[in-house]
């Protein structure tokens, strides 16, 4: 049986044989905490494995990297044979990894953030590593980590900050910011970080190779070629598939160091951190000592905090930005105060944005019924996220603007400039002939949706 075959044999149940190794690594790291493991790389380049992490990278979609190959391609010249092929690489020892494209993409302070852009094959390369090492380096992931690992999200982390606030009374909140985090981390140590559980030397020097791969940017006319990683021995990219699971790993070291030196217990500290953004929940009277403390270490581990961006707040007379969230005090219909959560301004600005980006005048050639189902995607995966805490005035605000927009857009896509837009489309056309999506306006309704 040819390898095409074999794998077409095996690729009828791939998630369950996935699940199946996963489990037993998991298990095996959980259960022996100091065991290193030896024997991977047979496990990466394995059919099951390939095939699962080519259909990962395939959902999470992505633009081709710098040999143009596009995901549409590679499924009408033959999914199996290419599969085969870099299986074939992997076994033999010829895989390596093609340089990654640089995009710059815009931050909500309007500056650029770089972005890496792998070619699919070296994704999907990446994708099955992770598969394998997750299960491994998840057994010994912090509580206070709730950055890119399964069944956790940012949510949990806002109301992990929530209740050290309310709860635990710890309310001097230092909120802090690392600046470019995942450019600055350093390779030695996270190799370390990476050796302490993986000791097959071939998994080990690929992924050193990941990160000194160069980097490949169009600037104006010309291609530009940066080694700036393998120079500088710090860096990982970010965009690439592996780099959120080194990114977690590495900062795991600070959370073990600052347990180690007591800091916790000292300051009455407890981290809450998500991918580069942390928040340390101080009882009354330790901001300032805990955030001494963390610059300290963060030094040590080659890493810089942001200062434009780090403070210390207190709690409840202040507020706290966290992930999307705005913590602080709130009033109830009677009046009395209360600490709670709801969408931060910057989070109901950045909605609005973008609902007035996708009624814009570049957008008159496609149909209202296209325009509407683009805003409902945007508006339910966002009330989606921000659905804890008094949320309603949120809600309505963006309901508001949204049908300002939506009329606005059809009126001049109509040309029927001078007349108006509630008179022309009535809600009932909006809500019920384009299917606009209607927010939850009340307690029952936002218990329908989150059952729905």
Known sequence: MTRPERLAQSLLTPAVSVRKLQRTLYAKAKAQPEYRFYSLWDKIYRWDILHAAYLRCRKNKGSAGVDGQSFQQIESEGLLSWLAELEEELRTGNYRAQPIRRVWIPKRNGKLRPLGISCIRDRVVQMAVNLVLMPIFESDFSDNQYAYR???????????????????????VVDADLQDYFTTIPHGPLMKCVSRRVSDGKVLSLIKHWLEVPVVEQVKHS??????????????AQGNVISPLLANLYFRRFILAWEKFGFDQRHQAQIVNYADDLVL????????????SMRMLMTRLGLQVNEEKTAVRQLP??????????????????????VGTRPSKKAVQSLT?????????SWYWTTPEDRVE???????????????????DSYQKIQRYTERRLRRWLVKKHKQRGKSGARLYSDEYLYEHLGLHRLPSSKADLMSAKAY
């Open 353 to 361: 944005q973008r609902i007035h980006d996708e009624t814009a005048r």
């Open 223 to 236: 291609t530009v070629v940066s080694r700036e990683a393998a120079k500088s021995h710090r860096g990982i």
């Open 150 to 172: 399964p069944k956790i999200d940012a949510k949990m982390a806002v109301r992990r900050v929530y209740f050290h606030v309310k709860d635990r009374g710890l309310r001097e």
């Open 317 to 338: 007379e202040e507020s706290l930005d966290f992930l999307g969230y705005t913590i602080g005090l709130y009033y109830n219909r009677w009046g009395r105060p209360y």
């Open 374 to 392: 683009c805003i409902n995607r945007m508006i339910r995966g966002w009330a989606n996220y921000f659905n804890q805490g008094p949320v309603f």
């Open 281 to 292: 929940c101080c009882a009354p009277g330790n901001g300032n000592a805990a955030l001494e």
